[in-house]
């Protein structure tokens, strides 16, 4: 089946200091990749859509400067957490597409817990 | 933009049946999905309906009424490591982007 890497899985950093968080498609191109975050308890809020190729499109309230996205190729996009400060721990998930419309099936990242201290 | 609800929490039985039900809002709609996810994991795939209808997986089957934007995922013989979050999620807009519903925490009892 599909399989997608994210790294790392956990991050631990100082508030005003930037993390990266890569999302890879092991097995096949995913045209789209989708972020996710999501807080204790609560759903996934999307934050943003990645195309390759392409400039992202992020959902209403999320600060695009804040929040790099690049999907240089069709395996790899990045999200990069800017100035981060503690507001901004979290559960950071990707998912990318691969007939999706088709099938449906988002097919979903480890997940990386950010804790910024 | 787009709305889903669900009902916050449902307790059941090991080995009942339940149903958690999914209303949502949306333009530009595709389909609709389910998902589960355990604590501290990723999201499950479980199911995806872009018909009006039911479709059966094994002990879970979902349910899709385009008209009534409302849709409901089934759960039969219910086990214990059925204790999760589901989430029911829409596709929408022109790339087909999935958005999550606000969650269902299922606790199956003994």
């Known amino acids: 089946g599909a399989v997608v890497s994210q790294h790392p899985s956990w991050v631990i950093c100082k508030s005003g200091t930037s993390v990266k968080i890569e999302c890879r498609s092991l097995d096949f191109q995913a045209t789209t990749m989708f972020w996710y975050r999501q807080f204790p308890k609560q759903s996934l809020m999307l934050m943003a859509t990645?195309?390759?190729?392409?400039?992202?499109?992020?959902e209403q309230g999320v600060e695009k400067d804040k929040f790099l996205i690049n999907h240089a190729s069709l395996t790899l996009s990045t999200l990069t957490v800017t100035s981060a400060h503690p507001e901004d721990s979290s559960f950071y998930i990707c998912?990318?597409?691969?007939?999706?419309?088709?099938?449906?099936?988002?097919?979903f990242g480890e997940g990386s817990r950010l804790t910024v201290l | 933009g787009q709305s889903l609800e669900q009902p916050s929490e449902v307790t059941a039985v090991e080995g009942a049946i339940v149903q958690i039900n999914c209303t949502y809002q949306t333009s530009g709609f595709y389909g609709l999905s389910w998902y589960q996810q355990h604590d501290g994991g990723a999201p499950t795939f479980l199911s995806y309906?872009?018909?009006?209808g039911l479709e059966e997986t094994g002990r879970f089957s979902s349910f899709l009424s385009r008209s009534d934007s409302y849709g409901y995922l089934l759960l039969q013989e219910l086990q214990m490591k059925d204790s999760a979050s589901y989430f029911c999620?829409?596709?929408?807009?022109?790339?087909?982007?999935?958005?999550f519903g606000t969650g269902t925490k299922l606790q199956v009892i003994p």
């Open positions: 990645s195309n390759e190729g392409s400039k992202a499109t992020y």
């Open positions: 309906n872009a018909l009006d």
């Open positions: 999620a829409v596709h929408s807009g022109g790339y087909q982007k999935v958005t």
């Open positions: 998912s990318a597409s691969f007939q999706t419309g088709v099938t449906g099936e988002l097919f």
